[in-house]
């Protein structure tokens, strides 16, 4: 397995409760290298259904925030659109932190940090050769690419490279909001609040202990930044600012006391990404299917490597038959969700704003 986020974990984990045994590499030096990211939330026929594949079901309803799924759709003027609340039993799709999820699935497993795979060559007698950066290389019977947007194990199969949509992200963070900023934490509620504008939007969402991430999102080229320093915290604020400009105070305070900023331009894969099936490589999650980040990546990722991991230690012995259903069933449920979230993040990030409120109106319950 190569990549230790949530896909790749969850396959490691399923192997590792039928006995089998199974090797993670990831380049991180550790699980502590960098911030996991924000928060999940799960859905209970994708990812939930890959912890309970895994055993970790209970560990993930003790750690979860079911409170987490409120949602509050403001227009910029600050007015308030829609305010949904999850019923207290309803654990349709609970937050997690990615934080969380990920001590949760690492449990027991060999992960081999430091690992920065380089390459991975098919066709070995035995398997597959896997290259490392530190010139190491190691050959196993199968190697599972879930290493992310920019596999170093997708080329094995597929010349496939990411294409940038036109959105880009900016990411931001608000640190012990309900002591520090109480007027933030009311509008932010208990899960999330986004607000639409033309071709933009602001978005928060509230992570445990007091955490939340801020995202500013927007259409623009991939350069919009050109003659920025993104490293200037102050300069990238005043950028957005300038970009928010007429949005009320109450919302552009998401952007006045956040911190450091990242710029994460969205990337996809084509909608139909398929491959020709190569003997001792496969993949799963972004590395497979990239997609924009609207509630389905991770959750396919956890369930492509919980079925893919469960069809190898219950089959027949047929490894590479196992792997060839495997592709079959993850290319035509990843291609639905492709151009699901495509076709929302169009929507979501449009010329008019009423769109993205239609989206919501769709999904949530009335």
Same mark, same amino acid.
């Given at each position: 397995? =190569? ?5 790749g ?10 006995? /089998?045994?199974?090797?993670?590499l ?10 996991p990211?924000?928060?999940? @939330? ?8 890959a ?72 066709? #070995?007698?035995e ?13 196993? @019977? ?20 990411? /294409? ?13 909001v309900?002591?520090? /900023?109480?007027?933030? #934490? ?6 999330? =609040?986004? =607000?639409?504008? &033309? ?11 007091? /955490? ?16 920025? @320093? ?47 099936h190569v003997?001792? &490589? ?13 509630g ?44 699901i979230?495509?076709a929302?993040?169009?929507r979501? =990030? ?10 919501? @109106? ?5």
């Open positions: 397995m =190569v990549g230790s986020g949530p896909g974990l969850a396959f490691a984990r399923v192997l590792h409760r039928h006995g /089998h045994p199974v090797t993670v990831e380049r991180d030096p550790g699980p502590d290298a960098r911030p990211g924000g928060t999940l @939330d799960l859905q209970e026929g994708m990812g939930q259904l912890l309970d594949k895994a055993g970790l079901l209970p560990g993930f309803r003790a750690l979860s925030r079911p409170e987490g799924q409120a949602m509050r759709i403001l227009d910029p003027d600050g007015t308030v659109l829609r305010d949904w609340r999850p019923r207290p039993d309803d654990r349709a799709n609970p937050e997690i932190d990615r934080g969380h999820l990920r001590d949760l699935l690492l449990g027991p497993l060999d992960v081999r940090w430091g690992r920065n795979v380089t390459r991975v060559v098919p066709g #070995a007698r398997g597959a050769v896997v290259h490392c950066a530190d010139g190491r290389q190691e050959t196993f @019977d199968l190697v599972v690419g879930a290493d992310g947007a920019w596999s170093r194990t997708r080329p094995s199969v597929s010349s496939a490279t990411p /294409h940038y949509t036109g959105v880009t992200y900016v990411e931001s963070s608000l640190d012990d309900d002591d520090r /900023h109480p007027g933030l #934490a009311r509008l932010i509620g208990d899960g999330s =609040v986004a =607000v639409y504008g &033309v071709n933009r939007a602001l978005v928060a969402q509230r992570n445990s202990g007091g /955490h939340v991430k801020v995202y500013a999102q927007f259409r623009a080229p991939l350069d919009w930044h050109a003659g920025l @320093d993104l490293a200037d915290a102050e300069a990238v604020r005043s950028s957005l600012l300038k970009r928010f400009d007429g949005w009320a105070d109450p919302v552009l305070d998401l952007l006045r006391h956040t911190t450091a900023f990242v710029h994460r331009p969205l990337y996809v894969l084509p909608v139909s990404h398929t491959w020709s003997p001792g &490589v496969t993949l799963l999650g972004d590395a497979a299917h990239l997609m924009p980040p609207l389905a990546g991770a959750n396919l990722a956890m369930l492509e490597g919980a079925e893919l991991a469960e069809a190898i230690a219950t089959g027949d012995g047929d490894l590479d038959g196992a792997v060839r259903a495997f592709e079959v069933r993850m290319w035509e449920r990843a291609g639905r969700w492709a151009s979230t495509a929302g993040l169009e979501l =990030v449009s010329p008019d704003p009423a769109e993205a409120l239609a989206v919501f @109106d769709h999904v949530q319950p009335s």
